[in-house]
């Protein structure tokens, strides 16, 4: 059986390493010159995120044999509105996780767990890939397969700025700025990579390379940092969104290009990683790829029922949701339970939209 994976990002490389497992050698191919994002950044996994799976580090070491090390455990979040601050405390709240080229990211990890060569500088396209292999999966990090097989529709652009600062740091300790003075319907994200460097970056839906400048400036005059020359980078219109189907004929859609990334936060790295691992099975025991990835057209859905619900938020809104972050029973339920808050809190955004809808036809 002949399979290739196009590109060597989280949900190609664990594709490959399942493949491995199960004796099938698959062909990379990497448009790059090396495995990892053009620039390090940091992203969290938080647990809230992957209820009921209570650690999924752990989860993917015990079912599926891949070792990550996360840069941190994440014992404090704290989050700011303009007015209020939230912080929540906890033995294990998530991971943070170096993204990138830097040899301690998920991706390099990944790679040297492998033993499959990584065809780097590749030009190849799926179309002649077609040809000669039986399976191909879809890795690229980006929809434009998925546009370009007509089973793509984009939810949600983002626009991101970020760069590495130097200070001293707790490697627990992540913080999040929900303020529209420095970002548009999204947030800024604050993780060390280590007890002397730390990542920030903001993020804005929808947005301009223009404004996002702007909001850049801004948030670098008010957190009171400066940007370690050469490492600021800006990604313009990141597109989120789903797919229709995530196999067609013998192409396999996984990670980004699946629709793995989540529209409310834009978190993806366990989803993109279990879709490479089910992409891999799919290919191994001949089961149904999309049944195998269902659950998470669900998750994605109440994501972006958020994520719309965030978008309609000023900053008095910001205070509102903070203040009440800080209750007690809302505090213990998001820090100290394994209770599905994502779902619920959609689920009750639909169940009020339900009651609002009449009310404002009849007016």
């Not at 007509?150 to 626009?159: L, M, P, S």
Request: glycine share 6%; net charge positive; hydrophobic share 40%.
């Amino acid at each position: 059986m002949k399979v290739a994976i196009l590109v060597a990002g989280l949900s190609g490389l664990a594709c490959a390493k399942y493949l491995e497992d199960n004796n099938i050698v698959p062909v990379i191919y990497e448009k790059r010159h090396r495995v990892g994002e053009r620039f390090p950044n940091m992203e969290a996994v938080m647990q809230l995120m992957h209820r009921p799976i209570k650690d999924p580090v752990i989860y993917l070491n015990k079912k599926y044999g891949i070792n990550l090390l996360p840069a941190g455990l994440v014992h404090t979040l704290e989050i700011y509105s303009p007015n209020h601050k939230a912080i929540f405390t906890g033995f294990n709240l998530g991971y943070t996780s170096i993204r990138g080229h830097d040899d301690r990211s998920w991706e390099c990890q990944l790679a040297r767990q492998i033993k499959t060569e990584i065809h780097f500088n590749s030009t190849v396209t799926w179309q002649e890939l077609e040809k000669d292999f039986n399976w191909i999966v879809i890795a690229t990090g980006d929809p434009t397969v998925s546009r370009e097989l007509g089973v793509w529709k984009t939810d949600v652009e983002a626009f991101l700025k970020g760069c590495i600062v130097k200070g001293k740091f707790d490697l627990g300790v992540s913080k999040i700025w929900l303020n529209t003075k420095l970002s548009k319907n999204c947030m800024v994200y604050f993780a060390p990579f280590d007890t002397n460097e730390a990542s920030c970056c903001t993020a804005s839906i929808p947005s301009s390379p223009e404004e996002l400048d702007i909001l850049w400036s801004r948030i670098i005059e008010e957190l009171n940092f400066e940007p370690v020359p050469q490492t600021e980078f800006k990604f313009e219109e990141y597109k989120l969104g789903s797919i229709s189907t995530r196999q067609i004929g013998k192409i396999l859609l996984a990670g980004a290009a699946g629709g793995f990334v989540d529209p409310f936060m834009g978190f993806g790295q366990i989803p993109s990683l279990l879709s490479g691992i089910y992409a891999a099975e799919s290919i191994i025991k001949g089961k149904d790829y999309n049944k195998l990835t269902a659950r998470f057209n669900k998750q994605y859905a109440y994501c972006l029922t958020l994520r719309k619900f965030a978008d309609t938020l000023d900053n008095k809104g910001y205070d509102r949701l903070v203040s009440s972050l800080n209750l007690p029973a809302v505090s213990n339920i998001i820090a100290n339970t394994n209770l599905p808050v994502l779902s619920l809190a959609a689920k009750a955004i639909r169940s009020v939209n339900t009651i609002k809808r009449p009310i404002a036809q009849k007016k």
